[in-house]
Structures are given as structure tokens and as C-alpha cells.
């Protein structure tokens, strides 16, 4: 049994920051490409930020220079951190990793959620 557990959400003014963290645990052979999506009332959910195994990172236009990913393997956890943030961030955001198992299966496995809020 694989899980996502995300940590790290809240409420932030406008400018402020917030870092969110996933930890991958249970039967894990490897983890591959670790990201971070979200989802907006009424609106579909959007990659934000994604990174390889060997740490090769891409971001959705709207969070490049604010948004940094990283990844730490010894601890199969992802972290986003978010910088300058606006209004139009607050969404729901969903972690997301492609996983090997012990099994030998890959999967695409996703977080709970967590809700980050941005005050005007």
C-alpha cells in the first residue's frame, strides 16, 4: 500500500509564503517524477510544478520565479515552496508521484489535498 501525505497549507496574505511538503510511504521500490497540481473552485485541475528522479525541474508559467520544487529521495518526500504569492493561487494542491512498488507495478499515486489561501 502506497500513500501521499501533504503537509503545509493555510492561509497567507498577499506576498507572503508557504511551503508544502508529501512524504511517499510503503512498499516502494522507486519513485519517478514527483509534482505538484492544483485545483480552483470551478476550474480544472492544472500542473503547477514538476521534477524528475534526477532533480530536472518545470513550471507552469504562472509561478516561474516564485515557485521552487525539490525533492528529497533519502526521504521519498517532494516540497514546493511558494514565494510571492497571489490571490489567484489559492487552490487546492495535490501532490502527485509515479511509483514503483514492491510489487514491481507502477502507478500514478495522488495526495489528499491541502488547501493553501491567499488574502488580499
Known amino acids: ?3 501521499l501525505v501533504e503537509s503545509g497549507g493555510g492561509l497567507v496574505q ?10 511517499a510511504s510503503g512498499r516502494i521500490f522507486s519513485i519517478n517524477d514527483m509534482g505538484w497540481y492544483r485545483q480552483a473552485p470551478g476550474k480544472q485541475r492544472e500542473l503547477v510544478a514538476i521534477i524528475t528522479r534526477g532533480s530536472s525541474t518545470n513550471y507552469f508559467d504562472s509561478v516561474k520565479g516564485r515557485f521552487t520544487i525539490s525533492r528529497d529521495n533519502a526521504k521519498n518526500t517532494v ?16 501532490c502527485n508521484a509515479r511509483i514503483t512498488s514492491g510489487t514491481g507495478y507502477t502507478s500514478s499515486y495522488w495526495g489528499q489535498g491541502t488547501q493553501v489561501t491567499v488574502s488580499s
Do not use: H, R
Not at 506576498?15 to 508529501?22: N, R, V, Y
Not at 516540497?79 to 495535490?94: F, G, I, W
Open 1 to 3: 500500500q502506497v500513500q
Open 14 to 23: 498577499a506576498g507572503g509564503s508557504l511551503t508544502l511538503s508529501c512524504a
Open 79 to 94: 516540497y514546493l515552496q511558494m514565494n510571492s504569492l497571489k490571490p489567484e493561487d489559492t487552490a487546492v494542491y495535490y
